[in-house]
């Protein structure tokens, strides 16, 4: 009669790694209260010990997969717009979405995820807008999880980076920048959010890189306390145009330049990056962005990894396209 397998336990992956049960259950739990030492011996414990596998089959006894979705959702809705092209595509599918919502990468100094935004019975981890830094991926590999990067850039790309999906910024800046300068604008105000670490490389400085291959730019971060006299100050000196890095902060500058009684479009132009709820209420001539594809494409990747096949993309980059409305008048009106 052949002995069944014991089921690995929490006490057990406490015994390898050499902390208590209490260490284990913050790791899994709350890993960012955890040092990176020991998040490390904890998640290597577990996968020698096979218990992060034999954890995975849901409390339904399916065969559900469970993928963890990591972003700064309350920071920015166009996470929420990703997430919602997730679960269009999960809909059919045996799989749960497992939200985890993460600080802004561009309000910390520190922006890598050293802590894995997981517990057992995740399959499949998708981060969205925060580099992994190098113990997430070490961690990541010793756990013999997979993962997936959304609108996540790196300054200088990691050993074994895992697959990622983006939109074309840079391209979308680009499309901003050619519109602009048909209609006869020569210099605009950039209003972008402020970014505290030089890890990363965001939407907004790639949005700003295409955007300035057409147009003469004066730079102004949302963060600081002066910048709605600064935002009128570069109106009134000669910028024509005021372009939001994203829509939010293109709503922001509308309410700024409505109580300076400045008109949109007969004074100034004013356009932004994203089409959501905002951008067509406002009428705002924007750059829409395929932001429910690109979930669903990170979705499709992470459940080939979770199947153990190894997927065939790396890399999958969707292109923009610019949506033309009222706020940028007609070129007779610059």
Do not use: C
């Amino acid at each position: 009669m052949r002995a069944v397998p014991r089921t690995v336990t929490i006490y057990d992956v406490a015994e390898k790694a050499g902390v208590s049960i209490s260490t284990v259950s913050l790791v899994m739990n709350a890993p960012h209260r955890v040092s990176a030492t020991t998040r490390e011996r904890v998640v290597a414990a577990a996968a020698a010990l096979g218990y992060r596998s034999r954890s995975t089959p849901s409390a339904r006894g399916t065969n559900t997969v469970r993928v963890a979705v990591a972003a700064p959702f309350a920071s920015y809705p166009s996470y929420l717009r990703r997430l919602a092209g997730m679960m269009e595509r999960a809909r059919s599918r045996a799989v749960d979405l497992v939200p985890y919502d993460l600080p802004s990468a561009a309000a910390v100094e520190h922006p890598l995820l050293d802590a894995l935004p997981t517990r057992p019975g995740i399959d499949a981890l998708i981060v969205m807008g925060v580099p992994l830094g190098a113990s997430a991926l070490r961690a990541s590999r010793a756990a013999r999880l997979p993962v997936v990067l959304v609108d996540v850039r790196r300054r200088r790309a990691a050993a074994g980076e895992p697959p990622h999906v983006l939109v074309d910024d840079a391209l979308a800046g680009r499309l901003l920048g050619e519109h602009l300068t048909d209609l006869g604008h020569r210099r605009v105000v950039f209003l972008h959010d402020p970014q505290r670490s030089a890890d990363y490389v965001s939407a907004g400085m790639l949005r700003y890189k295409g955007l300035s291959e057409f147009l003469a730019i004066d730079r102004l971060a949302a963060g600081t306390p002066e910048v709605e006299q600064r935002l009128i100050d570069h109106v009134r000196r000669g910028a024509t145009a005021v372009v939001g890095s994203h829509d939010g902060l293109s709503a922001r500058a509308w309410g700024i330049l409505h109580a300076a009684e400045i008109r949109i479009p007969e004074d100034v132009s004013l356009v932004g990056f994203d089409d959501g709820d905002v951008a067509a209420a406002l009428e705002l001539t924007t750059v829409h962005q395929p932001f429910e594809e690109t979930g669903a494409a990170a979705l499709d990747i992470a459940l080939s990894l979770a199947s153990g096949r190894e997927s065939a993309v790396g890399h999958v980059e969707l292109e923009p396209s610019l949506v033309i409305r009222r706020s940028t008048g007609a070129p007779s009106d610059v």
